[in-house]
Nanobody
Framework: QVQLVESGGGLVQPGGSLRLSCAAS????????MAWYRQAPGNERELVAY???????RYADSVKGRFTISRDNAKNTVYLQMNSLKPEDTASYLC???????????????WGPGTLVTVSS
């Protein structure tokens, strides 16, 4: 079984920065694309940033120029560097990974439980 665990969330003032991490563990054969989503209370879940196994990225328009997604394939970890944070960035941030399990030899989209980011003065 493959699991994802996010870390790095917390309370930050407007204009501040946070770096989120998401590590995959378990019976992993291959991890392909990884991504960060967010969901604020009362809102639908939205894609924030996406990175392929080769390092290609794309971002939601609302975070372009402020957020940077990266990954360390050797550590099965994806990061989200968030700068110039705004109150509207407040949400639970969840990471996903398309993972091939070593035990089942099947691809699955895995979700982490999320980490809360609050931007407030």
């Amino acid at each position: 079984q493959v699991q994802l665990v996010e870390s790095g969330g917390g309370l930050v003032q407007p204009g501040g920065s946070l770096r989120l991490s998401c590590a995959a563990s378990g019976s992993i054969r291959v991890i392909n694309d990884m991504a960060w989503y967010r969901q604020a209370p009362g809102n639908e879940r939205e894609l924030v940033a996406y990175i392929t196994s080769g390092g290609s990225t794309r971002y939601a328009d609302s975070v372009k120029g402020r957020f940077t997604i990266s990954r360390d394939n050797a550590k099965n970890t994806v990061y989200l560097q968030m700068n110039s944070l705004k109150p509207e960035d407040t949400a639970s941030y969840l990471c996903t990974a398309d993972a091939l399990s070593r035990t089942t030899n099947a691809w699955r989209k895995i979700w982490g439980p999320g980490t809360l980011v609050t931007v407030s003065s």
